[in-house]
Structures are given as structure tokens and as C-alpha cells.
């Protein structure tokens, strides 16, 4: 036997619409973010070492591509684990102007291959950034950004290397001076 629904059980509270509709809008930006994130290509991340002493800084590097944009070939190079004031100052560099964000991309992105119109070089300038085309930007700018989401979510995965199994420390050891005995 089925019930009458109570009008005061059936219509939702003006704070439970709200929230009913915060979680909606919330999954609704969630499946658009992962859609722009199906935009973006995988790309190889890779760990290059810095450093003098025993103890190397792991720069994480993300090989960030254009083929599909039809730039076929070309590359940059995004940095994915600056320390903190490096990442600070590039977010910093957005709000205080053009040259500025454009000083701390060339930090950011270390390596590129793009060429001009005249098939040179792009300069790895300031002024260098007038020569690259709009779309390659923003590909710079998304595939780091979506790249390092994708890390975070698969923090063993793409950017991590795997710990120096036992071999690998006794060999660092060899090299820096270390008997490896206590």
C-alpha cells in the first residue's frame, strides 16, 4: 500500500536546494574538467637528476608535444616539481604583467624545439615568445598543469622513479667515496 507524501517531506528545505544544487554544479565542473583532460595527450615524464654531492634534486620533466595540433615534431619541456619559490613566482608573475610571466615561462618550460615562420629557431627570449603561436601556449600551459593533476592522482605512477634498489646504492656509494660499511 503506498503512502501520500507529506507536502513538507517532499518539497527540499531552500538550504538542501541549495546544496542539492552545489553538489550537482560540483560534479557537473567535475566532468567538464575531466573532459578538458581527455583534450590532453599523455606525455612522457621524465627524471633528470641535478646536483654535485650524494644527494641529487629530481627535476621531473614532462615532454609536452603538439603533433595533434598539427605542430609535428615540436616539444617543450614542462617542469613539474619547482620548489615552492619557483612555483610561487610564476604564480606570482601572472598578475604582474606580460614580460614578467614571460620571464618565468622560460624558467618553467627549460627546453623547446619550435621554429619561426621562416623556419628558425624560436629564441629562448622574452621577445622568443612573440614567435610562438597562440595554441602552442596554451598546450604549454594545459599539458603541465593536466600533467601534474594526472601525477597527483597517480602519485607512483608516470612521476615517480622507483627507489635504488640495493646495486644502485652500492654503486653511489663506490662513487662518492663511501665503503658502504659500518
Known amino acids: 500500500m503506498a503512502k501520500a507524501k507529506d507536502a513538507k517531506t517532499t518539497e527540499p528545505a531552500p538550504a538542501e536546494a ?8 560540483g560534479l557537473q565542473a567535475l566532468q ?10 599523455e606525455f612522457e615524464v621524465r627524471t633528470d637528476y641535478v646536483g654535485d654531492g650524494p644527494t641529487k634534486f629530481p627535476k621531473k620533466l614532462a615532454r609536452i608535444t603538439f603533433d595533434d595540433l598539427g605542430y609535428t615534431g615540436w616539444w617543450c619541456d614542462g617542469w613539474l616539481n619547482p620548489p615552492l619559490t619557483i612555483a610561487k613566482q610564476w604564480d606570482e608573475s601572472m598578475a604582474e604583467g606580460e614580460d ?3 620571464r618565468m615561462a622560460l624558467v618553467i618550460f627549460p627546453g623547446w624545439n619550435f621554429v619561426t615562420q621562416e623556419g628558425g629557431p624560436v629564441a629562448r627570449t622574452v621577445e622568443g615568445f612573440d614567435d610562438v603561436p597562440q595554441e602552442v ?4 600551459l594545459r599539458g603541465r598543469i593536466v600533467t601534474i593533476s594526472r601525477a597527483a592522482q597517480n602519485p607512483f605512477e608516470a612521476t615517480s622513479s622507483p ?3 640495493r646495486e644502485q646504492k652500492r654503486a653511489a ?10
Open 32 to 41: 567538464a574538467m575531466q573532459q578538458a583532460r581527455a583534450d590532453i595527450p
Open 137 to 140: 601556449f596554451y598546450r604549454m
Open 163 to 165: 627507489p635504488p634498489n
Open 173 to 182: 656509494a663506490r662513487r662518492n667515496g663511501a665503503t658502504g660499511r659500518r
Open 18 to 25: 541549495q546544496q542539492s544544487g552545489g553538489l550537482e554544479a
Open 100 to 102: 614578467e610571466t614571460r
